[in-house]
C-alpha cells in the first residue's frame, strides 16, 4: 500500500504559474510510474502527465511546452510545474503512482488548481 498527498495548488492569474508536489509514503525508486490527472467540474478525469520509472515522460496535447512532469525518488516525491496557465486549466489535480510489477493503482486526494483573473 502508499498513500499520497498532493500539494501546491492555490489562485493563480492567467499566464501565472504553480508547482505542485506529491509524497508517497514509502519508496518508489524503481517501483512506480507516476502521473498527474485533473477533473472539472463535470468533466471526466484526464491524464496531464506522467512518467515512468525510467523517467520517460508525456503529456496531453493541450499542456504541451507549458506543463513539465518530474520525480525525485530519493524525496518520494513527483512534482508538476504549470506555466502560462489558462482558465481552462482549472481543476482539482490528484497524483497517480503505478506499481509496475503488480499494476496496482494508488491516487491521492488531490489539490484545487484555480486560474482566474
Known amino acids: 500500500q502508499v498513500q499520497l498527498v498532493e500539494s501546491g495548488g492555490g489562485l493563480v492569474q492567467p499566464g501565472g504559474s504553480l508547482k505542485l508536489s506529491c509524497v508517497a509514503s514509502?519508496?518508489?525508486?524503481?517501483?512506480?510510474?507516476m502521473g498527474w490527472y485533473r477533473q472539472a467540474p463535470g468533466n471526466q478525469r484526464e491524464l496531464v502527465a506522467q512518467?515512468?520509472?525510467?523517467?520517460?515522460?508525456n503529456y496531453a496535447d493541450s499542456v504541451i511546452g507549458r506543463f513539465t512532469i518530474s520525480r525525485d525518488n530519493a524525496k518520494n516525491t513527483v512534482y508538476l510545474q504549470m506555466n502560462s496557465l489558462k482558465p481552462e486549466d482549472t481543476a482539482v489535480y490528484y497524483c497517480?503512482?503505478?506499481?509496475?510489477?503488480?499494476?496496482?493503482?494508488?491516487w491521492g486526494q488531490g489539490t484545487q488548481v484555480t486560474v482566474s483573473s
Open positions: 514509502r519508496s518508489i525508486l524503481s517501483s512506480f510510474a
Open positions: 512518467i515512468t520509472s525510467g523517467g520517460t515522460t
Open positions: 497517480k503512482a503505478t506499481n509496475v510489477w503488480s499494476a496496482r493503482d494508488y
